[in-house]
Structures are given as structure tokens and as C-alpha cells.
């Protein structure tokens, strides 16, 4: 979790920037800080009221979403966690 909200942080940061200086402004690595924002968002966080997901279907969403992002930029998760659920290429 903690991985999790410090992404969407940095995202966040990354898109207010974007805001005020363009997204030109942006690192490629920012760019994909503010595609994970955006996913977090509409994903994660705006689940409806009556949408149901276990634990396990949570969990995975958050791989999913932090798949986004690098394996290098998960700097909060043990490798070994990295290594088993990170999603892989297709």
C-alpha cells in the first residue's frame, strides 16, 4: 500500500507540474507517474459504492497498476515481492 500511494503521489505532482509547464516539462519517467495517477484514480480509488472486490482481486489490481511503472521505481517493495507479482510482458 505504501508503494501504492507514493506513486499516486508522485503522479499527482508530476500532473500539476504538467499543468504549469506542459507536459514537455515531464521526464519519461514523470510521464508514466501521471499515466499511473490517472489509472489509480479511475481503478483504485473510484471503485463504486456497490462494486465488490475481495482482498486478492485488490491486491492484484495494485500490481497491475504498478506495472505501469518500472521495476526500478518500486523502491518500498522487498524484490522478492517484485519479483512474484509484478506483471510480467506480454
Not at 499511473?36 to 473510484?46: I, K
Not at 482482498?55 to 497498476?65: A, Y
Not at 524484490?79 to 506483471?87: S, T
Amino acid at each position: 500500500m505504501n508503494q501504492l500511494f507514493s506513486a499516486y503521489s508522485r503522479g499527482k505532482d508530476a500532473k500539476e507540474l504538467a499543468v504549469i509547464l506542459g507536459d514537455a516539462a515531464l521526464s519519461d519517467t514523470d510521464k508514466l507517474y501521471a499515466k499511473f495517477a490517472d489509472a489509480f484514480e479511475a481503478e483504485y480509488v473510484s471503485q463504486g459504492y456497490f462494486t465488490n472486490r475481495t482482498i486478492e482481486e485488490t491486491l492484484n489490481l495494485g500490481w497491475k497498476l504498478l506495472g505501469i511503472l518500472p521495476k526500478s521505481e518500486l523502491t518500498r517493495i522487498k524484490d522478492v515481492f517484485i519479483e512474484q507479482y509484478y506483471p510480467k510482458e506480454a
